[in-house]
C-alpha cells in the first residue's frame, strides 16, 4: 500500500515522501495516528501544497531544535544510585531517570528523544545524545555517582 507520510516516521521515511508499506501497518498504526495519508489521486495533488508547507515547519522546528540544543549543550546531569562492589549499579540509569534529571533542571525533553543504546548499569562520567530534530543532535554530560 502506498502512503504518505505527514511526519517523520523513524526507518520509514521523513515528512512529504511517498512510500510502500504493509496494508496493516497502514491502517492500524500509521492512518490511525495521522502520521500518513492514503496515495490518492487527489492526495498525491495536495501533497505538491503540502511540501511546501512542510519546508517552512521543517525549517522552524530545525531552528528550535537548534537553539534547544545551545542551551543543552552546557547542561551537566548528576545522578546517585546504589552500587555494590566494582561500582556496578544495583539497578539501571534509563532514558526516563535522564528526562527527570534535565526536567529538574527546567528542561521539557520527552525520554524518547534520549538515545541510550542500553541502559547505564557502572558509576562513571557519560556524554548521553538527545535527538532533537533528525539533524539535531545535543551532547549532555551525565555523572552517575556511588549513593553513600
Known sequence: MQIILQEDVEKLG????????????ARNFLLPRKLALEAT???????????????????????????????LSGVSLEVSR?????????????????????HAKGYEI????????????????YEIPVKLHREVVAKV???VKKEE
Open 41 to 71: 489521486d487527489g492526495n498525491l495533488k495536495r501533497l505538491e501544497r503540502m511540501r511546501a508547507t512542510f519546508a517552512k515547519k521543517e525549517a522552524t522546528e530545525r531552528e528550535a531544535a537548534q537553539k534547544q540544543a545551545d542551551a
Open 82 to 102: 546504589k552500587a555494590g562492589e566494582g561500582d556496578h549499579l544495583f539497578g539501571s540509569v534509563t532514558s526516563a531517570d535522564v528526562a527527570e534529571a534535565l
Open 141 to 143: 554530560k551525565l555523572t
Open 14 to 25: 521523513t515528512r512529504g515522501q511517498l512510500v510502500e508499506v504493509a496494508e496493516g501497518y
Open 110 to 125: 520527552d525520554k524518547k528523544k534520549i538515545v541510550l543504546v542500553e541502559p547505564i548499569k557502572a558509576v562513571g562520567e
